[in-house]
């Protein structure tokens, strides 16, 4: 009977074990799909974070189809892209006070609209595909021009430049001017 015990218990024991193991690795988010990403950089003094999730074009039309112009999109995948400075700065002409800011854009054709957004740690998209932001809770809001690449972007990556703060992915670049 002993024996007995000793072989569940330790069949529970490797179970628990396993079980652990795999929620482990499901949480780790450098497994996903679109897998976490950083770009950081000075820009007059001020320390600028974008703090994102990386998907790839894989063959599919980004701009115009996957993300629909006139659509808000949550400028990444997964959680809501977070965009942190550590000083008060201006972005397209307008003040943003130091702080941790949900970023989301609305893409068109010619020019998107950009939205930082003071709601953070929610995850993109809410249930049916409407990206997750709130906006009463944008902080500032423009427009900048969008540029056609002539070299396809695989990944979207940022860019933290002393012009500003560049998100670039597909064919398309936009330039958000930071002073």
């Given amino acids: 009977m002993k024996t007995l015990s000793l072989k569940v218990f330790t069949l529970f024991i490797i179970g628990l074990v396993s079980i652990t193991s795999l929620k482990a690795q499901s949480t780790d988010k450098s497994k996903r799909p679109s897998p976490p990403a950083t770009a950081t950089g000075k820009i007059d003094g001020a320390t600028i974070t974008v703090d994102y999730s990386s998907p790839s074009v894989r063959g599919r039309k980004i701009f115009g189809e996957l993300e629909a112009y006139g659509k808000v999109w949550r400028a990444g995948a997964n959680e809501a892209t977070i965009i942190t400075t550590d000083k008060d700065i201006t972005v397209g002409g307008k003040p943003l ?39 009463s809770k944008t902080v500032v809001s423009f427009n900048v021009p969008v540029k056609k690449l002539d070299q396809l972007v695989e990944k979207l990556a940022y860019v933290v430049s002393d012009k500003g703060i560049e998100l670039r992915w597909e064919k398309s670049s936009i330039l958000i001017e930071v002073k």
Avoid at 98 to 127: D, I, M, R
Wanted: zero cysteines; a negative charge; aromatic letters at 18%.
């Fill in 97 to 135: 006070k130091a702080g941790k800011y949900s970023f989301f854009v609305t893409p068109n054709e010619t020019e998107w609209t950009v939205f930082f957004n003071s709601e953070t740690g929610q995850w993109g998209t809410k249930e049916g595909g409407v990206t997750n932001m709130d906006a």
